[in-house]
């Protein structure tokens, strides 16, 4: 009677709202004898501190977890993340306080490719540009600004995970000529060769991003390696707004010295509408939707909640 009174106690405790349903979690939870609260904190701190006093496991998507909130984590056994990444979470503290951190790496995987390849594929046939001459009445099958064929070109991948291989496979058919890959953790297959990011930056025409936010990571693509980029260049980044200097982008843009760019994501979202970056026709951009489908935010769901459950039953994270 005390085990199943102490069940009944189990407490699983999501700090952002935002899905249609979440049957799922209730679901999962409930098997495993732990009530599923949605207490959403809205990135506001104190609200996350009160938030998490009690529960045993804590769900998080964007709101950040800082010191500060894992510290109100009296009995919280894991963090996990809706999501791949965890570059909003303090892990330090974490680790201090023996609390798992979780992810979900492998969920989301066709839908971010499939928009890197659309990023791509926007800025190389300035699809921005066109789209906005006819919606204005104006019809002209004349060059409006130079287009470049892939055929024969190089890709260069910044990080070689689930993603950039399967943004690689579905831009197999467009025939490039090289494939440039930096990832030092990575085992690289038949028909790419290893490359330095600044050998990427130098000889690339698409150069598509997929590494993790860290410390060393900030600013990967800064002013110095802009200007190492060929005029030709497009810069695709789907992984983490913080990887790119948007400044440094932004004159490099406006300047001419590189196409294009295609963003999903922003050092700092949502971004400053104001900023000038969005008055340049050179550059598409969409807000953090990349992870998206029906299927994928199901499968996000289900695999979190699956992820809670394994710790609940004493078990440790498969992730993190």
């Not at 839908?111 to 791509?120: D, H």
């Not at 010295?257 to 979202?269: K, S, T």
Request: neutral net charge; glycine residues 8%.
């Amino acid at each position: 009677m005390q085990a199943q009174a102490a069940a009944a106690t189990l407490r699983v405790v999501a700090l952002d709202d935002g899905y249609a349903a979440y049957d799922q979690e209730e679901a999962l939870m409930a098997e495993a004898g732990a009530r599923f609260e949605l207490r959403p904190c809205r990135r506001d701190t104190a609200a996350a501190a009160q938030s998490v006093r009690g529960a045993d496991i804590v769900l998080v998507r964007e709101s950040p977890v800082p010191r500060e909130v894992i510290a109100a984590m009296d009995r919280c056994r894991a963090i996990i993340r809706y999501g791949i990444g965890v570059d909003n979470i303090d892990m330090a503290a974490a680790r201090e306080r023996r609390i798992a951190v979780a992810n979900v790496p492998d969920y989301g995987i066709d839908e971010v490719s499939s928009q890197a390849v659309a990023l791509a594929l926007a800025v190389v046939r300035r699809i921005q540009l066109h789209d906005a001459e006819v919606r204005s009445g104006r019809w002209s099958t004349g060059v409006l600004k130079p287009m470049y064929r892939l055929r024969g070109r190089t890709l260069g991948l910044v990080g070689y995970g689930r993603i950039a291989r399967m943004t690689q496979e579905k831009l197999a058919g467009f025939g490039f000529g090289r494939i440039l890959v930096n990832d030092p953790h990575a085992q690289l297959p038949p028909g790419t060769e290893a490359a330095s990011v600044d050998e990427i930056c130098r000889e690339a025409d698409l150069i598509s991003l997929h590494a993790p936010m860290k410390p060393e990571t900030r600013h990967l693509i800064d002013e110095r390696r802009l200007a190492l980029m060929r005029p030709t260049a497009i810069l695709v980044n789907t992984a983490r707004g913080g990887l790119v200097d948007i400044e440094a982008l932004y004159r490099a843009l406006a300047s001419g010295r590189i196409l294009g760019a295609g963003l999903d994501v922003f050092e700092h979202e949502p971004p400053d509408p104001k900023h000038p970056l969005f008055a340049l026709d050179n550059v598409v951009v969409t807000n953090h939707i990349g992870w998206y489908s029906e299927e994928a935010m199901r499968e996000l769901q289900l695999k979190t909640a699956q992820e809670a459950v394994r710790v609940l039953r004493g078990e440790p994270p498969s992730t993190g």
